[in-house]
């Protein structure tokens, strides 16, 4: 079947370029040699398939077909199709093998993180700090709760608030003052810590209370520096984190009376 496919690509070559004709020949290639080895159910062979024809054959693609001229936007396409292939690898695991391939999820997780920033940002450091800063937190946090590491938990939650904490008080174009932006700032990391504890039911059933600390720390110290750099808004701004904090504390909650049924 390849073959027939080749033979009729070098028909048709005159009215295709030859980077078209080798970018299908390959595209081609790698599709038919992934069936095969879908079919004789041969990973490694099947995991050489999703290689070419998720990233090689992309890679071409974009910078080969199109233009040879860089951007993002290609970088950020590679980086979906390669997520989408290794979504399909870990479908071709479960369903020959049982279960998931866990160390697939990292990848994913931060390919996904990366390409939301090339794809749909104006390309700010703030942007890249963001998007892939929140998808190394929730590797962190998704593989200490998968191997009950709490080490990992703890980093997790703290990536995720206090780059949360960065982008939505110095990201923001609208004039602030230092005072409010730092404000902003700590009570996310304040957030940060609060999951620490959400998630501590996850490897204990004690109440976890130590992170509770530094965690009133900061946003004390978050909610007077917005109240001194914006006295106007800090009832608003008060109730939007307190109604976070009461969110987390209900999660917290469940996660107790799971623990105690359980």
Excluded: C
């Excluded at 028909?11 to 370029?17: A, C, D, L, N």
């Excluded at 304040?190 to 600390?213: C, D, E, H, N, Y």
Aim: hydrophobic fraction near 55%.
């Amino acid at each position: 079947m390849a073959a027939l496919f080749i033979t009729v690509a070098i028909i048709f070559h005159p009215i295709i370029s030859r980077y078209q004709l080798s970018y299908l020949i390959l595209l081609v290639f790698g599709l038919f040699f992934g069936i095969s080895a879908w079919i004789k159910k041969d990973f490694s062979q099947f995991v050489l398939a999703i290689f070419i024809t998720s990233v090689l054959s992309p890679i071409v693609y974009y910078f080969i077909i199109l233009d040879t001229n860089f951007s993002f936007e290609k970088v950020g396409y590679i980086l979906v199709f390669a997520s989408v292939g290794i979504i399909i690898l870990n479908v071709y695991w479960y369903i020959h093998r049982g279960g998931f391939l866990f160390w697939n999820f990292p990848i994913i997780v931060v390919f996904s993180g990366a390409s939301i920033a090339l794809l749909f940002t104006s390309h700010r450091p703030l942007d890249f700090i963001f998007y892939v800063g929140v998808a190394t937190g929730i590797v962190l946090l998704g593989s200490g709760l998968y191997w009950k590491l709490f080490g990992l938990v703890i980093p997790g939650t703290l990536l995720v608030g206090s780059v949360a904490g960065i982008f939505f008080a110095w990201g923001n174009p609208s004039p602030k003052n230092a005072l409010v932006r730092t404000g902003i700032m700590l009570v996310w990391m304040a957030l940060g810590w609060g999951l620490v504890t959400v998630f501590s039911r996850f490897r204990t059933l004690k109440f976890l209370w130590w992170p509770l600390i530094p965690g009133g720390v900061f946003a004390m110290v978050g909610w007077g520096l917005y109240i001194g750099g914006n006295p106007e808004s800090a009832i608003g701004f008060i109730g939007n984190t307190g109604s976070i904090g009461l969110l987390i504390f209900g999660i917290y909650i469940l996660l107790l009376r799971r623990g105690i049924h359980r």
